[in-house]
């Protein structure tokens, strides 16, 4: 058919295959947010029918949790546990010996 490698070397630009940022849904919650509260809907508002343990959930994870989460470092959920309640997991992330590598 058509040869385009001479139009992509002279006005193409190479893009990056990762995501630096992660999708947003809103520009505000995650997209694990969004998946994380409708799982909450499904089991607490229609399996469990308990609207105020989802109400609350709902609160917690789509509220309280980005607010949390912009004013801290990735990650603060799974690092705040080890380093405030001294706990120790050795293996593939901590492995035994002098060097820490997580905290």
Do not use: C
């Not at 995650?30 to 709902?58: P, R």
């Amino acid at each position: 058919m058509y040869d385009y490698s001479d139009l992509q070397t002279n006005h193409g630009r190479r893009v990056s295959q990762t995501i630096d940022s992660p999708i947003t849904v809103f520009d505000f919650w995650e997209l694990g947010d969004v998946f994380i509260g409708l799982f909450i809907i499904m089991i607490f508002g229609v399996i469990a029918y308990s609207w105020w343990i989802m109400s609350i959930l709902l609160l917690l994870f789509l509220v309280l949790g980005p607010v949390v989460k912009k004013k801290n470092n990735r990650g603060i959920y799974l690092h705040w546990p080890y380093r405030h309640l001294k706990m120790n997991l050795p293996g593939i992330i901590n492995p035994k010996g002098r060097t820490r590598y997580s905290d």
